[in-house]
């Protein structure tokens, strides 16, 4: 069983042991704004808990599995959101991962020193746009009661693990988005938050992906149906254990994940880090394995807007004949030849981590000429243009390790797009391969899950087994 605390929702998935989902149970939730703190967004822990726990009483319902058939568990979770607690092991704040209440902190540090951030990011692989460090300062400098009684901080999927098993502990994967890590040692740095006036005793135990964590409790297992003593085996952040679900887990291996924002991971064989601060880095959820991470803003968010805004005729169309409008969309855009003669559009730029800045919204280079440049020509640009931009993310990291993939896996929504799918092969160069699975990061979380407790070898063998190719796109050079 897979346990999923994403951005917008929670879900209990259960895979056979060949990666085939035989169940899932899923409830939406919405973090609220705290009146008070603009920008904030509040992650609701009893609330929640109620909905995860719901989720896995529905799936063990729906497919009316004996709890004791359950092999192992295994977290996984939005990264960057964090939770806070007391000495006792109680819930005192928490937020989720977009929450944006601390801006006057982040100039807070850089007023104190304006190199620090790229000093700890050598450090961490982390910039203060994502990491955790502006909001504990923000927790310190307007909630000191909250600051003084937190005894221990934690990450989602951590604490998922926590209410199952009673124990509190934290894996690389996601720690190391809080900026609080060494990356090469996969532990701890206290010296990064003694450097940004934090504290040094709030950190917990790290467990290392896969390893056991403990085993579900008589109460963890009255609240959610679970067999108790059933093994719960730490997993990692969405990210990571999504690419582990299509099957990218050692070295030189990439993925592209096409939804809203478009992540590039590349996984490396060290924590290295880029010597100019432009590319995020991260601990796989692999031992011993570490990911470049470089992030397109708004790809599938400009896909819909263009939807919306210019093909009403094509969602009426395909609501009468029962078809997704985006295929009737790229039926068209098919025929327009690559490169939509000449014109080009910029809805994002290559990754910046440490000074990103986004790109103004443009089309260019097109002549009022309706035969040539309709509504399919720009929307063509648009799916060009998000090719290029993992062009681009590829020759970042490339500069920064001296390495690229041979293929690509690609996965995400905009993954089930052949066309999508045929240009980011041709403008990249290299095959792309989609994977079977639609639920690649549970599938990541019960493949480490599996591996846990010796029903595969390695990570690596398990996803082999589970992570099944869909189709494959050669470049058209």
Not at 230 to 246: F, H
Request: include cysteine.
């Amino acid at each position: 069983m897979a346990i999923d605390a994403g951005t917008g929702s929670v879900r209990a998935v259960l895979f056979d042991l060949k990666g085939n989902q035989i169940g899932c149970s899923q409830h939406e939730w919405t973090h609220n704004e705290d009146p008070r703190f603009p920008g904030s967004m509040d992650f609701d822990w009893k609330y929640n808990w109620e909905l995860a726990s719901g989720c896995v009483r529905n799936v063990l319902a729906e497919t009316k599995i004996d709890p004791a058939e359950i092999a192992a568990i295994s977290t996984t979770c939005m990264r960057e959101g964090i939770l806070l607690y007391d000495k006792d092991g109680n819930e005192i704040w928490a937020c989720a991962n977009v929450d944006a209440r601390s801006n006057d902190e982040v100039a807070e540090l850089i007023r104190m020193n304006p190199d620090l951030e790229l000093e700890l990011y050598k450090k961490s692989g982390q910039s203060y746009a994502l990491n955790a460090i502006p909001r504990i300062l923000w927790v310190k400098n307007n909630m000191p009661d909250i600051y003084e009684k937190t005894a221990k901080i934690g990450m989602f999927n951590d604490w998922l693990i926590y209410k199952l098993t009673g124990v509190l502990a934290v894996e690389p994967s996601n720690g190391s988005t809080t900026g609080l890590l060494d990356l090469q040692t996969r532990t701890w740095d206290t010296e990064i938050a003694a450097k940004c006036n934090l504290r040094t005793d709030i950190f917990p135990d790290i467990l290392e992906c896969g390893s056991i964590s403990g085993k579900v409790t008589a109460k963890g297992a009255s609240e959610t149906g679970l067999a108790e003593g059933t093994p719960v085996v730490v997993g990692g952040g969405d990210c990571q254990l999504g690419t582990i679900g299509v099957g990218a887990c050692k070295p030189g291996e990439a993925a592209v994940f096409g939804g809203s924002f478009w992540q590039y991971e590349f996984n490396t064989e060290s924590g290295k880090t880029d010597p100019y601060g432009r590319v995020r880095v991260n601990c796989h959820a692999v031992p011993g394995v570490w990911q470049y991470e470089a992030l397109a803003f708004k790809p599938g968010l400009v896909m819909r807007w263009f939807r919306d805004g210019f093909c009403q005729e094509e969602k009426r169309k395909a609501k009468e004949i029962g078809d997704d409008p985006y295929n009737l969309m790229n039926q068209a855009a098919e025929k327009i030849p690559a490169g939509c003669y000449g014109m080009m559009c910029c809805f994002s730029d290559i990754m910046n981590f440490i000074n990103w800045k986004h790109a103004a919204p443009t089309f260019t280079n097109f002549e009022l000429l309706p035969e040539k440049f309709n509504k399919y020509t720009f929307y063509r640009s648009i799916l060009e243009n998000t090719a290029m931009l993992v062009k681009g993310h590829i020759e970042l990291v490339k500069e920064a390790t001296g390495n690229e993939p041979d293929k690509l896996i690609f996965a995400g929504g905009a993954s089930v797009s052949d066309l999508w799918s045929q240009i980011l092969a041709d403008v990249t160069g290299k095959p792309v391969v989609t994977p079977v699975v639609k639920e690649a990061t549970a599938l990541g979380a019960a493949i480490i899950a599996g591996y846990g407790v010796g029903i595969y070898p390695s990570i690596a063998e398990g996803a082999a087994i589970c992570a099944k190719v869909d189709k494959t796109y050669t470049p058209n050079l």
